[in-house]
């Protein structure tokens, strides 16, 4: 199928969710899969010019995003480290970048149709639209003591409180499209420590 084996172990891979997409570092970032030309479907392999520490990389619900993410290191002119990136996998061009800390739940979340994205950092919830990632944020929410997000396929957004000594943990569920407005309905849980999702099919 054309596909490019590699001659020396990958640093990290990923396939993306329907399976039609697989990248991989070398540390150069290849992306190899089918795509459609002319009603027929061929078999493509593109290089990416990434970074070559990158640790992490992932797939948007389509295909149509590649996310990497490397340690944050301190730059010699004092600027942030923009060590999230995102990229077109189709053009493999760079849209968006961020700075982020942590390497866990470090990748954006994205409604399955990929109209809408939020990213979760320092108790904020940030959205954006992906059409127009120049835009930078469309719609945000914050709220103290937010310690989980996770968006739902209706699509809807679970934000969840952690418990402290004066007060219990709370879920709240919000609309993507009213993110900024009230909570559509919540609930609270008292001596909760960890809060789990669970998604229907439906």
Partial sequence: MGFIIPDVP???YHYSPDGRLFAYALPTVYVCGSFWLKAHSCFKNWA????????????????????????????????QHKNLCVFS?????????????SQENWDLQYTM???????FVAREVQGYRPAGWGKSIVDQ?????ASMVSLTRRPRLNLSVVSSQ????????YGLSTLSGS?????TFYKADALVFYRTCT
């Fill in 10 to 12: 990958a640093h990290t």
């Fill in 48 to 79: 990416f010019q990434i970074s070559s520490k990158l640790i992490e990389l992932r797939f948007s619900p389509c295909g149509a995003y590649l996310s990497t993410w490397e340690r944050p290191v301190k730059l010699e002119d004092g600027a």
């Fill in 89 to 101: 996998a189709s053009t493999s061009e760079e849209l968006i970048s961020f700075t982020q800390k």
């Fill in 113 to 119: 149709s990929e109209s809408r994205v939020i990213r």
């Fill in 141 to 145: 929410l914050r709220i103290e003591g």
């Fill in 166 to 173: 004066s007060a219990p943990a709370i879920v709240k569920i």
């Fill in 183 to 187: 909570p559509t309905c919540s609930k």
